[in-house]
C-alpha cells in the first residue's frame, strides 16, 4: 500500500512469515506474535506518540515479533528485544519501510554500497547497529521502534531496550536458581501454548540447550515430541543427542549430510534462493539446518504443521561467552575494542590488516557507544556489560537469531524460548560471578536433574569420528614432536576437511579449502566469502581493504 501524504512509503511483499490485519483506522503488517501487534495496533488507533507508555508495552511483549502498522496521522514500525524479524527503511528524500531487504532497496532506485558493512561481513559474517551492505538501506536495531509522525514530518526513534544491566539482583544462588527455573518455566509454557498440540521438532545436539529445551517440554508431559540430528555419519554430537532421545523415549533421526550431498546442495538454485531469502543483506545465512531440514521435509520426515524449537542461544545469555581474563584483569577501554575485534573479527587472518582494525574498532566503538579513550581504564563489570552488549545486538541478534529464516524459508512455525524476554531481562541483571563459566545456569540444572540427563555422564564430544580419532591423535603428538607446535597446528588444519563440519568445507571442493585453511578460522569464512562475491562485493579480498 501507500503510505498517506507526507509519510514513508510501506514496501509490501509475499514473505510468509508477515500476516496483516485492520483494527479500526490501522492497518498493520506483523510477524511473530499476533496478540503483541494487536496490542501496539490498538495504541497507534488513539493517535498515540507517548514513548514512555509506547515503550512500556514493547517492553511487556514477551513473544517474538515485528510489526509495521499506518494510519492518516503514523506510521510505526517495530521490533522485539532481539530482532527475531528484521524491519528495514531506506534514507533519501523520499522514505520507503518494509520487511524484505531486497525489495524494500529496489523501491528507493539506487543502491549505495556500504563497503565497511561489506568489510565487517567478510570479518565477521555480519555488519553491526543499523548498517547493511548498503549505505541507504538500514535495519531496526534490537529492542527499537521507529515512529513516523504526519504532523511535522519527523522520524521519532525509541530504543526501549537495551543488553544492559539494570537493577544486579541482590540475591543468593539458591533464590536465582528458583528464579531462573521459574523464568524458563515460564517460556516453555508460552511454546507448549503456542504449538497448541501441533509437533514440536528439536534439532538436537550434544550440548547443553537443546537438552534442557527437551527435558522441559517432556517435564510438562507434551507427548507430540520429535528430535532429529545430523552431519557427517558417526559424528559425537548426533550419537549424545541419540542417548538423550533414546533415554526420554523420543523419538529421534538422524540425517547424514555427507560432503557430496552438501556441496551438491550448495551448488544449487535452492541454496540460492535460500541466501536471496534470508541474508538480510546484512548477515551471511544459516547454513547448518536448512539442508537436513530439506531432506527431511522431501522424506515425509517432519509434518508440515510442525514447530521447530532449539536452543539457540542458552550459552551466551547464561555467559558462555564471556572470555575468563575479563574476571581476571582490568581493561582499558581499547584493550577491550581489541579483544572484541579479535574475537568475532577473524574469519579471515589476511583482512586483519591495521587499516581495516581501524575501522572495525569504529563500528565496535558505535555499537555499545563507548567513548572513552584507548587508555581509560574500565571496571570488570562495566567491561564485562560491554561484551556483552557487543555479542547481545551484534553476533546473536544480527547473526544468530537471522538464523529463524531458515524455519520461515521452509514454511515451518518456530520459537525460541532461551530468547523469551522474560528470561533475556533476568539473564541481564544477573551479576557477573554467577554467569563464569555459566555456573549458575549449569548449577540450576544439575539441581533439577530431571531423569538424570544433566548429571549422568556424555560421550565425550570430539572433532572427529572414533575411527578418524584413532588416527589423527597419534599422528598430531608425533607430528609436535618431530615439526614442532606451529607445524603441527598447521597440519592438523587441513584434517578440518574431514572433521565434524568437514561437509561444509567440503561444499568449496578440496582445492578452495586447501588455498584458504591457513587463512580462515571456521566453514563460515568460505561462506561469508561465497555470499558477498554473490552479492557483488568480491573486491574486499582483492585488495585486502575496502575499496
Same mark, same amino acid.
Given at each position: 500500500m501507500q503510505a498517506q501524504s507526507g509519510l514513508p512509503w510501506i514496501v509490501e511483499n509475499d514473505r510468509p512469515e508477515w500476516k496483516s490485519g485492520q483494527l479500526g483506522p490501522v492497518s498493520y503488517?506483523?510477524?511473530? #506474535?499476533?496478540?503483541?501487534? *494487536?496490542?501496539?495496533?490498538?495504541?497507534?488507533?488513539?493517535?498515540?506518540?507517548?514513548?514512555?507508555?509506547?515503550? *512500556?508495552?514493547?517492553?511487556?511483549?514477551?513473544?517474538?515479533?515485528?510489526?509495521? +502498522?499506518?494510519?492518516?496521522? &503514523?506510521?510505526?514500525?517495530?521490533?522485539?528485544?532481539?530482532?527475531?524479524?528484521?524491519?528495514? &527503511?531506506?534514507?533519501?528524500?523520499?522514505?520507503?519501510?518494509?520487511?524484505? @531487504?531486497?525489495?524494500?532497496? @529496489?523501491?528507493?532506485?539506487?543502491?549505495?554500497?556500504?563497503?565497511?558493512?561489506?568489510? *565487517?561481513?567478510? !570479518?565477521?559474517?555480519?555488519?553491526?547497529?543499523?548498517?547493511?551492505?548498503? *549505505?541507504?538501506?538500514k535495519q531496526l536495531e534490537p529492542g527499537q521502534a521507529l515512529l513516523w509522525r504526519r504532523s511535522d514530518g519527523k522520524c521519532l526513534p525509541l530504543r526501549y531496550f537495551r543488553y544492559l544491566p539494570g537493577d544486579i539482583f541482590p540475591a543468593s544462588e539458591v533464590e536465582l536458581q528458583d528464579r531462573l527455573d521459574a523464568v524458563v518455566n515460564q517460556a516453555i509454557d508460552r511454546t507448549i501454548a503456542a504449538a497448541d498440540g501441533a509437533p514440536i521438532v528439536?534439532?538436537?545436539?550434544?550440548?547443553?540447550?537443546?537438552?534442557?529445551? /527437551? +527435558?522441559?517440554? &517432556?517435564?510438562?508431559?507434551?507427548?507430540?515430541?520429535?528430535?532429529?540430528?545430523?552431519?557427517?555419519?558417526?559424528? @559425537? #554430537?548426533? !550419537?549424545?543427542?541419540?542417548?538423550?532421545? #533414546? &533415554?526420554?523415549?523420543?523419538?529421534?533421526?538422524?540425517?547424514?549430510?555427507?560432503?557430496?550431498?552438501?556441496?551438491?546442495?550448495?551448488?544449487?538454485? /535452492?541454496?540460492?534462493?535460500?541466501?536471496?531469502?534470508?541474508?538480510? /543483506?546484512?548477515?551471511?545465512?544459516?547454513?547448518?539446518?536448512?539442508?537436513?531440514?530439506?531432506?527431511?521435509? %522431501?522424506?515425509?520426515?517432519?509434518? %508440515?504443521?510442525?514447530?521447530?524449537?532449539?536452543?539457540?542461544?542458552?550459552?551466551?545469555i547464561s555467559g558462555g561467552h564471556i572470555p575468563e581474563p575479563l574476571f581476571q584483569l582490568g581493561l582499558s577501554a581499547g584493550a577491550l575494542v581489541s579483544r572484541i575485534s579479535e574475537r568475532h573479527y577473524s574469519l579471515w587472518t589476511s583482512l586483519r590488516t591495521p587499516a581495516n582494525q581501524a575501522q572495525i574498532a569504529g563500528r565496535i566503538r558505535s555499537l555499545i557507544e563507548l567513548d572513552a579513550e584507548d587508555s581509560q581504564p574500565l571496571g570488570q563489570e562495566q567491561a564485562i556489560a560491554l561484551w556483552e552488549r557487543f555479542e547481545y545486538e551484534g553476533r546473536q541478534a544480527r547473526y544468530i537469531v537471522n538464523g529463524q529464516r531458515v524455519y520461515d524459508h521452509l514454511g515451518y512455525r518456530w520459537q525460541l524460548p532461551l530468547w523469551d524476554a522474560d528470561l533475556v531481562h533476568f539473564w541481564r541483571d544477573v551479576p557477573p560471578a554467577f554467569k563464569r563459566r555459566q555456573k549458575l545456569y549449569r548449577d540450576t540444572w544439575v539441581r533439577w536433574d530431571y531423569e538424570r540427563l544433566f548429571s549422568r555422564p556424555t560421550r565425550a564430544i570430539s572433532a572427529w569420528s572414533k575411527p578418524v580419532s584413532a588416527f589423527i591423535i597419534p599422528l598430531s603428538v608425533m607430528a609436535r614432536l618431530l615439526l614442532g607446535r606451529q607445524r603441527r597446528d598447521r597440519m592438523i588444519g587441513y584434517a578440518r576437511y574431514i572433521d565434524r563440519f568437514g561437509n561444509h568445507y567440503q561444499s568449496f571442493g578440496w582445492k578452495a579449502f586447501a588455498r584458504a585453511a591457513p587463512d580462515i578460522r571456521n566453514p563460515v569464512a568460505l561462506y561469508a566469502k561465497a555470499w558477498l562475491e554473490e552479492r557483488g562485493f568480491a573486491a574486499i579480498w582483492d585488495t585486502g581493504r575496502p575499496t
Open positions: 503488517w506483523y510477524a511473530g #506474535d499476533r496478540r503483541s501487534a *494487536e496490542r501496539l495496533a490498538g495504541l497507534l488507533a488513539k493517535t498515540f506518540d507517548n514513548a514512555p507508555v509506547l515503550s *512500556e508495552a514493547l517492553n511487556a511483549c514477551a513473544g517474538s515479533f515485528a510489526m509495521i +502498522a499506518a494510519t492518516s496521522e &503514523h506510521i510505526l514500525a517495530c521490533v522485539d528485544h532481539c530482532r527475531s524479524f528484521p524491519v528495514f &527503511h531506506t534514507i533519501g528524500p523520499q522514505v520507503y519501510v518494509g520487511t524484505d @531487504a531486497t525489495a524494500t532497496l @529496489a523501491a528507493a532506485g539506487a543502491a549505495r554500497p556500504d563497503m565497511t558493512s561489506a568489510l *565487517e561481513c567478510a !570479518m565477521s559474517g555480519y555488519s553491526t547497529g543499523p548498517h547493511t551492505l548498503y *549505505e541507504n538501506l528439536i534439532p538436537l545436539s550434544g550440548g547443553l540447550d537443546s537438552r534442557l529445551i /527437551l +527435558a522441559k517440554l &517432556h517435564a510438562r508431559n507434551y507427548r507430540n515430541l520429535h528430535c532429529f540430528s545430523y552431519g557427517q555419519a558417526g559424528n @559425537a #554430537d548426533a !550419537m549424545v543427542a541419540r542417548d538423550i532421545a #533414546d &533415554h526420554l523415549g523420543v523419538s529421534w533421526r538422524f540425517v547424514p549430510t555427507p560432503g557430496r550431498v552438501t556441496r551438491r546442495f550448495f551448488n544449487s538454485s /535452492l541454496r540460492r534462493d535460500y541466501w536471496q531469502y534470508a541474508d538480510a /543483506l546484512s548477515a551471511v545465512p544459516n547454513n547448518q539446518d536448512i539442508l537436513p531440514l530439506q531432506l527431511l521435509r %522431501a522424506q515425509a520426515g517432519i509434518p %508440515a504443521d510442525a514447530m521447530i524449537v532449539n536452543g539457540q542461544t542458552g550459552d551466551f
